[in-house]
Each structure stands twice: as structure tokens, then as C-alpha cells.
């Protein structure tokens, strides 16, 4: 049987797959998979939305069974260009972020197709994890990328 986390992502790309092949798993979770030991709550995911508007994705992603987090979704979206939802049968919230150019080309261009438990995943490399901890610069994320 599926972990939850599995189900998530089948029914992201599910939902994605129509609209743009272009986008890829990044985070804890895809830390997770380079072989990092890291507690995470939730899953985030960068796409490309290739000219569709926000609310295309929205609708795609609601009917795929994910619910929006905040109230005032656009103004939201507009100010920071991520969507937050939660996948309602698992209860796990993902963060859809709206690639912009420059650094998220490249890392769409590098990331890697993996099947996990049997759901084709594009994931980000693991030394793009490791920049885009480091651009983050939170203090958890330091700390897990510059371990040996």
C-alpha cells in the first residue's frame, strides 16, 4: 500500500501533468530521497505554469482533491507566488510554488524523473536542494545542508 505522501504525489501529477510537465519535488521530501534524515509535515513543489493563470491551477489541483489554505488566495498568490494546500485524504499540506526564471529554469532543467513506489516523480538534484537550503537560509536548513 502507498504512503500517504505517495498518494499525495500521484494525485499532484495527476493534476499537474495536463497543464505542464514541467515541475519537480524539492524540499525535506526530496531531501528525504538524496538520503537526508529530516523530519517534515509537508511537500513542496515548484511548477512551471507555462502562461496558465493561477486559477487554472487552483482548479486543477482542487479537483485532483487538494484545498486551498488561505482565504484570500490571490492576493496571497500575488505576494509571494506560492499556492498553500492541503491534500484533503491525507491531511498533508503542499506548497505549490510558481517558478520564476533564472535559478528555478535550471533547476526544473536538472531535475531528476524517479519512481517512487511506483509514481513518476521529477525530483530536485541533490545539490540543487543543498542551493536552495542555503538560499533559504533558515538555521535547520544550514545546519542539514553543510553536515559531511
Do not use: C
Not at 499525495?8 to 519535488?25: D, F, K, S, V
Not at 505554469?49 to 500575488?78: C, K, S, W, Y
Amino acid at each position: 500500500m502507498p504512503s500517504r505522501v505517495v498518494e499525495l504525489l500521484a494525485a499532484l501529477r495527476a493534476a499537474l501533468e495536463p497543464i505542464t510537465p514541467r515541475w519537480y519535488l524539492f524540499g525535506a521530501q526530496a531531501a528525504l530521497l538524496h538520503g537526508a534524515a529530516r523530519l517534515t509535515a509537508d511537500v513542496d513543489v515548484t511548477v512551471d505554469a507555462e502562461g496558465h493563470a493561477a486559477g487554472e491551477l487552483i482548479a486543477a489541483l482542487q479537483n485532483a482533491g487538494f484545498t486551498l489554505r488561505v482565504a484570500d488566495a490571490e492576493t496571497f498568490i500575488a505576494r509571494t507566488r506560492v499556492i498553500p494546500l492541503v491534500h484533503t485524504a491525507s491531511g498533508i499540506p503542499v506548497d505549490v510554488v510558481l517558478a520564476g526564471t533564472g535559478l528555478e529554469d535550471l533547476f526544473l532543467q536538472r531535475a531528476q524523473l524517479r519512481n517512487i513506489q511506483g509514481v513518476s516523480v521529477r525530483v530536485a538534484s541533490a545539490e540543487d536542494v543543498v542551493v536552495m537550503k542555503v538560499l533559504a537560509g533558515r538555521a535547520k536548513d544550514l545546519a542539514t545542508s553543510t553536515r559531511s
